[in-house]
């Protein structure tokens, strides 16, 4: 990265990087949750729980050709719920999905060496967070082919996946999006992701294919004229945010995402009630605020918020889609 500025910028040749393969990682393909293991499962589901509203909403979405977006942060991934985002979109329930970074990382570790989520405590003193080789070397020579061919973020990264030497790639839902033309928008921030820590690192490589995801992404809302559900899955800021800037460029251009549902999961206790009032913790909180008040109020749509942990609340989630 080439600095010709006046004030003093760090040398990112001096970063030393070690094997990818070497590192500790707390995450194996071992731990990951496949369709099959949710559909044996005893979840029961009561009738009062939101999910079972969501799904629904899901379910008339696709029965009449509207989109259903659904937009993570890492966790999800990192949980081991990649197989069944998997799933998701070969059936045509998902589609479109969103993603942070970090998200897509541990997504192309798990499909490249069957593991993922270092020990940030133990690697942190030693110098050693954030330096595995090929994690930067893979994804920024992505981006850097991505803005020379102008394509998005998830194009770039699920076209490496797919096309190149992932022993696990079947796990990847960079991947399965790329195959399936469905598309997984990439949402950047700089400084914000461990690839921006190596030498490799191009920072308008990077910012331009997440601009054109972006793109992608209000693409998408704008189909929503006539309806459409958002989910919003352990995503505090990003989400939220992508999601209100993208429905109100769809309304400047005359197709507002009329009647939209939208949903947020998290395991915060919140109240919708409080994002009107300053002195209450919700109305800092994006996700309750932008995507399960504002939006649906905004556009004539209903917000759903879904309490609970991910471990229960997306298995449940998926099997009530499954089963409908």
């Known amino acids: 990265m080439e600095y010709k500025g006046k004030y003093k910028a760090f ?25 099959d293991k949710v559909t044996a499962s005893d979840v029961g589901v009561s009738r009062e729980t939101p999910a079972l509203a969501v799904a629904d909403a899901i379910k008339a979405a696709r029965e009449k050709d509207q989109p259903v977006i659904l937009f993570t942060g890492a966790h999800i991934i990192k949980n081991g719920f990649g197989p069944l985002l998997v799933d998701l979109m070969d059936r045509g329930i998902v589609t ?97 992701d461990v690839i921006d820590q190596q030498p490799s690192f191009d920072p308008a490589a990077k910012g331009g294919c997440s ?70 913790a919700g109305y800092y909180r994006r996700d309750l605020k932008s995507v399960v008040v504002r939006i649906p109020e905004a556009f004539g749509g209903k917000g759903y918020y879904v309490q609970g942990d991910h471990l229960d609340t997306v298995p449940t989630l998926y099997k009530l889609l499954i089963q409908q």
């Open 11 to 35: 040398d990112f040749g001096r970063i030393k990087t070690y094997p990818l393969a070497a590192r500790v990682s707390k995450i194996t393909n071992k731990d990951l949750v496949y369709p």
């Open 96 to 192: 479109l999905l969103g993603m942070n970074m970090a998200g897509m990382i541990h997504d192309l570790e798990l499909a490249l060496v069957g593991k993922t989520s270092e020990d940030v405590p133990a690697a942190l003193p030693k110098g050693e967070f954030g330096f595995a080789a090929e994690t930067g070397e893979l994804i920024n020579k992505a981006f850097v082919d991505g803005e020379k061919r102008r394509t998005g973020a998830g194009e770039a990264i699920g076209s490496v996946i797919s096309s190149g030497d992932f022993p696990y790639k079947e796990t990847s839902v960079l991947c399965a999006g790329y195959e399936h033309n469905i598309p997984v928008t990439l949402h950047a921030g700089i400084g914000t």
């Open 211 to 280: 601009g054109r995801d972006f793109a992608v992404f209000c693409a998408e809302v704008e189909r929503m004229k006539a309806g459409g559900v958002f989910l919003n899955i352990g995503s505090a800021v990003t989400g939220p945010e992508v999601l209100l800037k993208a429905c109100s460029m769809a309304a400047n251009v005359g197709n507002p995402p009329k009647g939209i549902i939208t949903a947020v999961f998290d395991f915060q206790a919140a109240d919708p009630g409080d994002v009107n009032d300053q002195r209450k």
